[in-house]
Structures are given as C-alpha cells and as structure tokens.
C-alpha cells in the first residue's frame, strides 16, 4: 500500500477538463461489502449548497449505480498517464460478473471507511449529498440524444461534498 497525505484545498491545481476528459479517473464505491470501481470521464469540481463538490455520472446499466445508490460515500481516483489501459479495461468489464479491480490488477485502499484505488497519485473523497436522473425530458439539446442515449440508457449526476483531498 501507498501512503497518501491530505492536500490542502486552497493549493489544489486540478484542471478538471484534463482530469476528467481527457486523463479520466476511477470512480469507486461500496456497500454491503462489495466495492466496484468504474471509470469516468465526465465529472466536475466546484461549489454548491456552500461546500466543496464533486460531481459524477453514472449511467442506470451500471453495477456501480447500484453501490451509488445505497452507500453514503465514493471516491474518485486519478492516475498517472500509462495506468490508461487499466481504466480502458474498469470502463469495458462489469463488476457484476468478476472483481474487475483484481482483474485490472489495481488494489483497493481506505481512508478511513472510504476505499479508492491504492495504485493512483491524487484522491477525492466524497459523502454523497445528492443523486438526480438526467433523462430525455432534461436534454435541451436533441444533438446529445442521438450521440449519447440512443439506447435509452441515461445517466444520474450525483453530487458528493468533498471531504478530504489525498496525494501520494
């Protein structure tokens, strides 16, 4: 296991276009003793309700949604560049069939009860505060219908305040 420290939040230089779009992450979660990690590329940070945030999206399909849905926090790891492949293989495997994350051969730690991957080098931790389903009637736009939810598989955002900032 790697040791991560707190980071401060007023030094953070996290462009979250980068990170999420084009870097992507691993969003983790847990409940019931079964932890599943999927990877993103959508989510943002800011401000809301006068906290810290993070938000993530999670379409219905996914075994993750299921944890979202029941657990009270999540994680969001980042990675450096070459671990691409292992977030390729997290975004392409459902954790309902097999312990992806051992198939990706990434390990799990925590902090404190909230687990993320240990094989990462900045971590968001997150309660979770809100969950919302995005669905036709809140696409404006009919352009992001036909390239993102022809099959009708839409997402949720959920939003988590941002408990602690790790590095390693």
Not at 85 to 108: F, P
Request: with cysteine.
């Amino acid at each position: 296991m790697h040791t991560f420290q707190p980071y401060p939040f007023d030094v953070i230089e996290l462009n979250p276009f980068t990170k999420f779009g084009e870097d992507w992450g691993a969003l983790t979660s847990e409940y019931g003793g079964k932890i599943n990690a999927m990877t993103i590329s959508w989510g943002g940070v800011g401000e809301l309700w006068g906290k810290h945030v993070a938000t993530v999206y999670v379409r219905e399909s996914r075994y993750t949604k299921e944890l979202m849905d029941s657990g009270e926090y999540f994680s969001i790891t980042f990675f450096e560049p070459h671990y691409k492949n292992w977030l390729k293989y997290l975004g392409a495997v459902s954790g309902r069939q097999e312990d992806k994350i051992a198939g990706a051969r990434l390990t799990i730690n925590r902090h404190k009860e909230v687990p993320f991957i240990d094989d990462g080098n900045f971590v968001i931790i997150c309660k979770k505060l809100s969950c919302t389903q995005i669905g036709p009637d809140d696409i404006l736009d009919p352009a992001i219908l036909d390239a993102h939810y022809k099959d009708g598989d839409y997402h949720y955002m959920f939003v988590g305040e941002i408990l602690e900032l790790l590095a390693r």
